[in-house]
Each structure stands twice: as structure tokens, then as C-alpha cells.
């Protein structure tokens, strides 16, 4: 993605907003949902991407995007992971969040970056 949006001339903020956010659902998937999918849509004035596993689910998105709230496991925080940062991280970085989570079915993470 970020060597997409540099040949298309994407101002540096605005990939590297859209890097921070990509990376950091890209670890929850891998952390939290045993791995999943990544899509990304280049529009001429955004870039939407989608971050899709079939992991066990929130379940309590608001509890989630707390600042320091974590559920990693003692694995993944002894690789310097599980701080608690990844949801709130990424609303920072994207004009438009959604996430859509079933218990036992997965997470669908969806990010939107206006350039």
C-alpha cells in the first residue's frame, strides 16, 4: 500500500497516517484474531482499508478502544506487544473507523484516510 500511494503522489502524512493505522490492525488480527485479510481500496482522494479475521470477536468494543486496555496474551506481550494502544492508535490516525465484530465469527476492522 505505502509504495502505492507513493507513486500515485500521496502527500507523506497521509501514508503515513494510513501505515500506522494499516500496522496496527494488521498486529490485532495476528495477536487477537489468529491472523486474517487485508484489502485496501486507492480512491483519488482516500484510501479505505479493511482488515478482516475470523477470530474469536470483541466483546466490548468501547472497552477496547480504552487507552491501555489489553487482552494479549503473556506471548505476545513479551514480544513488546499488548500494550493496549492498537484501537485507540488507530482512531487516531483515520478520518472514519468502523468496526464490525461477531463473538466466535471475527472482526472487520474498516479505515478510511482522506488525502
Known sequence: MKKALTRLGVRPLSIKRASIAMYEAEINAVIHGHGGVAVVHIFPDSVMIEIIDHGPGIPD???????????????????????????????????????????????????????
Open 61 to 115: 468494543v468501547e472497552q477496547a478502544m480504552t487507552e491501555g486496555f489489553s487482552t494479549a496474551p503473556d506471548s505476545a506481550r513479551a514480544m513488546g506487544f499488548g500494550a493496549g494502544m492498537g484501537l485507540p492508535n488507530i482512531k487516531k490516525q483515520v478520518d472514519l473507523l468502523e468496526i464490525d465484530t461477531k463473538m466466535g465469527e471475527g472482526t472487520k476492522v474498516t479505515m478510511h484516510i482522506r488525502f
